[in-house]
Structures are given as structure tokens and as C-alpha cells.
């Protein structure tokens, strides 16, 4: 009898799925602006997709179509989301320019940031939030204290 992994091979504990307005169109944008790579997808009804894979750096994400009658919705039919994701890449500057390219909105430009990440946020067309940063200096919990307090006034 063969032994199944509780966690299949090349996912982590922690996997984000986003529902998109237009999943099949959020492919198409994660791979031009964020470099990401279809791992494979579940077509479903009316050509909206059931399940989705994406693969941006090490790390997996789902996708699906929106399916109000399965009380599926995206941000945009939310009128926005409190949910921001975070991506570590070598180099936030250029991916942030090329995202920009691609269709994203900067909602926050690219700076070095006192807890030692050049750091900026994005918005994508399907209405994620997206936080980008390429760590540039190791800073001591310490310092990241003094300086939060100090930049709060």
C-alpha cells in the first residue's frame, strides 16, 4: 500500500487562492507581469475555470472563476479586498515595472523601508493587493522597533 503525502510534493502549508473575475485572464497577467508558470487547470462550466494552478518563484497559487451561486466572489464584485499578498523577488524595481507594463496599478511606489526591504504595493487588474520587496539590509529587531516608533511620530 502505498503512502500518500498529506501535503503533496512542491506545496507548502499556506497556499493562497484567489477568486478572479476572469481566471483564464488572470493567467495570462500573473505569467506576463509576475513570471508565473501554469502548473495545470479544471474547465468548468460556461468556460470559467473550476481550479487553477500558478506557480510565482517557489511558491503556489490557486485560482478560480468567480461562482456566485457557490458564494465564490472576487474583489472586484466585493468592492475590494483586506487581503495583501506578499512576494520576496530580487528585484522589486524592475518587477514592479514590469507588473506596471502588464496592467497592475502602484498603489504604493517602491522605497527602502526602515525594516531593511525595498518595498511597494500593487494593485492587479482583478482587484488583489500585492505587496512587493527585495531585501536589501539586515536590521535588528531593535532597530525596526525604534525606527516603527520614530516613523509613527
Not at 487547470?41 to 487553477?52: E, Y
Not at 490557486?62 to 464584485?77: H, I, R, T, Y
Not at 504604493?108 to 526602515?114: A, C, D, I, K, Q
Not at 525594516?115 to 532597530?143: C, I, M, N, Q
Request: charged fraction near 20%.
Amino acid at each position: 500500500m502505498s503512502q500518500v503525502k498529506p501535503v503533496p510534493e512542491g506545496m507548502y502549508t499556506v497556499t493562497p487562492h484567489l477568486v478572479c473575475a476572469g481566471a483564464a485572464e488572470a493567467i495570462e497577467f500573473y505569467t506576463k507581469a509576475f513570471n508565473a508558470v501554469e502548473m495545470g487547470r479544471v474547465p468548468g462550466p460556461q468556460g470559467k475555470l473550476m481550479h487553477a494552478l500558478i506557480r510565482i518563484g517557489d511558491s503556489a497559487v490557486m485560482l478560480v472563476d468567480e461562482f456566485p451561486e457557490w458564494g465564490s466572489f472576487g474583489p472586484k464584485s466585493l468592492k475590494g479586498s483586506p487581503v495583501t499578498i506578499h512576494l520576496y523577488v530580487d528585484n522589486a524595481d524592475a518587477f514592479v515595472e514590469r507588473a506596471v507594463a502588464a496592467g497592475a496599478k502602484i498603489t504604493m511606489p517602491v522605497e527602502e523601508t526602515f525594516w531593511g526591504d525595498r518595498y511597494g504595493k500593487l494593485e492587479d487588474p482583478f482587484g488583489h493587493h500585492w505587496s512587493v520587496a527585495t531585501h536589501v539590509r539586515d536590521v535588528s529587531p531593535d532597530e525596526i522597533q525604534q525606527a516603527a516608533q520614530k516613523a509613527c511620530g
